[in-house]
T-cell receptor
Framework: GAVVSQHPSWVICKSGTSVKIECRSL??????MFWYRQFPKQSLMLMAT?????????EQGVEKDKFLINHASLTLSTLTVTSAHPEDSSFYIC????????????FGSGTRLTVV | QKEVEQDPGPLSVPEGAIVSLNCTYS??????FMWYRQYSRKGPELLMY????GNKEDGRFTAQVDKSSKYISLFIRDSQPSDSATYLC????????????FGAGTQVVVTP
């Protein structure tokens, strides 16, 4: 089955530094990946759609200069949280699919970011 | 108003009982409906997926969709302690595959 690997699973960084999170499709190619954010005891909120070879599409209210997304290959999308602050501490999750159709979207295991 | 409403719980049931979960949504344009299970600090895992109104069964799980009422349900029969998790409903449209609107998630605790 489709496997999406996300790395790191957790990271602690100092305020003002940048953190990169990787999302890889291990056994399929993904032209589109999605990045979500989840605060404790809250639901997943879509941040952006990552398109291979083109610019990401950000949801309303998400700062594109703060959350940099790069989808340079069909198996890798990265999310970089720039100049991180404590309020950026959250659980970040990606999803990807080998084909269109809601059934096909597999989620990564998530990255817990803590900014101190 | 949120597009998808889901009671966050927690919902506590004894082992063997039926767990009943539900969500309501506001936009009739939504066309497909999913239920995910999420364990603490893990990514969501797809449980059920359906397009149409009616019931869909898979093992101990039954998903129910009523498009006229904009209401979806998930039932878990013969619940086990391993079913203790947060259950999220998610809905989407076919013109934006993968862009899902999630409910808040209901925390379920199945006690032995």
């Amino acid at each position: 089955g489709a496997v999406v690997s996300q790395h790191p699973s957790w990271v602690i960084c100092k305020s003002g530094t940048s953190v990169k999170i990787e999302c890889r499709s291990l056994d399929f190619q993904a032209t589109t990946m999605f990045w979500y954010r989840q605060f404790p005891k809250q639901s997943l909120m879509l941040m952006a759609t990552s398109n291979e070879g083109s610019k990401a599409t950000y949801e309303q209210g998400v700062e594109k200069d703060k959350f940099l997304i790069n989808h340079a290959s069909l198996t890798l999308s990265t999310l970089t949280v720039t100049s991180a602050h404590p309020e950026d501490s959250s659980f970040y999750i990606c999803s990807a699919s080998a084909s269109t159709g809601g059934r096909g979207y597999t989620f990564g295991s998530g990255t817990r970011l803590t900014v101190v | 108003q949120k597009e998808v409403e889901q009671d966050p719980g927690p919902l506590s049931v004894p082992e063997g009982a039926i767990v009943s979960l539900n969500c309501t949504y506001s936009n009739s344009a939504f066309q497909y409906f999913m239920w995910y299970r999420q364990y603490s600090r893990k990514g969501p895992e797809l449980l059920m997926y359906t397009y149409s109104s009616g019931n869909k069964e898979d093992g101990r799980f039954t998903a129910q969709v009523d498009k006229s009422s904009k209401y979806i349900s998930l039932f878990i029969r013969d619940s086990q302690p391993s079913d203790s998790a947060t259950y999220l409903c998610a809905i989407g449209t076919t013109d934006s595959w993968g862009k899902l609107q999630f409910g808040a998630g209901t925390q379920v605790v199945v006690t032995p």
